[in-house]
Each structure stands twice: as structure tokens, then as C-alpha cells.
């Protein structure tokens, strides 16, 4: 199983709602991204986990708010969101982890294609 | 400030001809390369990587080159096949860091 399921594939959401993006991964890979990519641009990391802790935070806004429940799981909370945090948010997950070589290859899901109305 | 750069937002190229994609770096710390391909409505594929040991990397129908000197990369598709139409995102990461930096891609089209 190589794959990385994001849900859901799509989310509509007001300004004032709370809502979740949930990524799942069984490859036993203990590192999991969040990446957001506005139209024409490339994914820019949000946030890192590793071995279920936070290991980088991009000085993303705390109204994007991750959890990662266990080594499988990797959530991304979201709430009082901006129109312009509209955006494809790709979870990813990897083998490698910092200190013991290159992050190497990337497995990447679908991404959630949010809307912030 | 961008650090790696994917010039040609676009390129066409006829099947079965050589498809060549360009990537350019400015952070000389980086020392591991990867190129992804993304599908609409998909997340980005890995393709192939290189460390800056090498200055080539071959997979199948993929050859990936590194100019270290010139902070410069390439992406080599030959024989090219329509399949091969989607976009191509470069990256670049440093040794012991877990931060991918994405160059902003090229869309490739394939015409038969």
C-alpha cells in the first residue's frame, strides 16, 4: 500500500465555521506534511510531524491548527478561515527524518480543494 | 525569494521527440534534487532525484542531470509519450532537513 487518502476531496466552508482535513497513511512512514498550493504556484510546507510530534511550524496562522492522533493519522483543524486561504492542501508522508539523511521521496495523497466563502 | 526556478512555465514537444525540463537554484546548501509530476486533480508523483554526489541519474525513459557549478538541473523524457502530459515541479532539499522547497513547475504537453 503506497497510498496517502486525504478527506475530503472537496470542502466549501464560511468564515465562521470549523471544520477538518483528515490524511491517512499505512506505509509505516513516521513523517506527514501539510503542504497548501494556490492555482500556478508550487506547494509550500505548512507544517512537519515527526514521530507524532510537530517538528516544523512554517509560521503558519493559528487559525490552521494540525494534530496528529498517531504514527497513521494526520489532521489539519481549521477555523475563522480567510477567502484567501482558499487552496489545495496536500498531505504527505515520508521514511526518511531529519538528522538520518534526506527527507527522499515524498508519497503525496489527492489534496482537499477548500473553498472559504 | 525564490530559490528554485522553473523558467518555462510551459512546453510542447512532439511524441517519440526528446522532452527537456530546466530547473535553476540559487541556495547553494541544497544537495538533493527531486522531480515530481502532477496530474489535475491528483497529488504530485515522484519521479527521480539525484544527490549532488552525481551529476547524472538514469531511470528507464528519465535521466535527470545536475550542474552543480551552474546551480542548474535538467530533466531529460525520451522517447516522450502523451502520458507523459501533466506538470513537472522540481525541488530541492537540504542534508539532515525535512523542508522540501518546489520550484513553481512546467505544464508539458505531449502533441501526437
Known amino acids: 500500500d503506497t497510498e496517502v487518502t486525504q478527506t475530503p476531496k472537496h470542502l466549501v466552508m464560511g468564515m465562521t465555521n470549523k471544520k477538518s482535513l483528515k490524511c491517512e497513511q499505512h506505509?509505516?512512514?513516521?513523517?506527514m506534511y501539510w503542504y497548501k498550493q494556490k492555482a500556478k504556484k508550487p506547494p509550500e510546507l505548512m507544517f512537519v510531524?515527526?514521530?507524532?510530534?510537530?517538528?516544523i511550524n512554517e509560521s503558519v496562522p493559528s487559525r490552521f491548527s494540525p494534530e496528529c492522533p498517531n504514527s497513521s493519522l494526520l489532521n489539519l483543524h481549521l477555523h475563522a478561515l480567510q477567502p484567501e486561504d482558499s487552496a489545495l492542501y496536500l498531505c504527505?508522508?515520508?521514511?526518511?527524518?531529519?538528522?538520518?539523511?534526506?527527507?527522499?521521496?515524498?508519497?503525496f495523497g489527492e489534496g482537499s480543494r477548500l473553498t472559504v466563502l | 525569494d525564490q530559490q528554485v526556478k522553473q523558467n518555462s512555465p510551459s512546453l510542447s514537444v512532439q511524441e517519440g521527440r526528446i522532452s527537456i525540463l530546466n530547473c535553476d537554484y540559487t541556495?547553494?546548501?541544497?544537495?538533493?534534487f527531486l522531480w515530481y509530476k502532477k496530474y489535475p486533480a491528483e497529488g504530485p508523483t515522484f519521479l527521480i532525484s539525484?544527490?549532488?554526489?552525481?551529476d547524472k541519474n538514469e531511470d528507464g525513459r528519465f535521466t535527470v542531470f545536475l550542474n552543480k557549478s551552474a546551480k542548474h538541473l535538467s530533466l531529460h523524457i525520451v522517447p516522450s509519450q502523451p502520458g507523459d502530459s501533466a506538470v513537472y515541479f522540481c525541488?530541492?532539499?537540504?542534508?539532515?532537513?525535512?523542508?522540501?522547497?518546489f520550484g513553481q513547475g512546467t505544464r508539458l504537453t505531449i502533441n501526437p
Open positions: 525541488a530541492a532539499s537540504v542534508q539532515g532537513a525535512q523542508k522540501l522547497v
Open positions: 539525484i544527490s549532488s554526489i552525481k
Open positions: 506505509m509505516g512512514h513516521r513523517a
Open positions: 541556495n547553494s546548501m541544497f544537495d538533493y
Open positions: 504527505a508522508s515520508s521514511r526518511y527524518l531529519a538528522g538520518l539523511g534526506h527527507t527522499g521521496e515524498l508519497f
Open positions: 510531524y515527526s514521530y507524532e510530534k510537530l517538528s
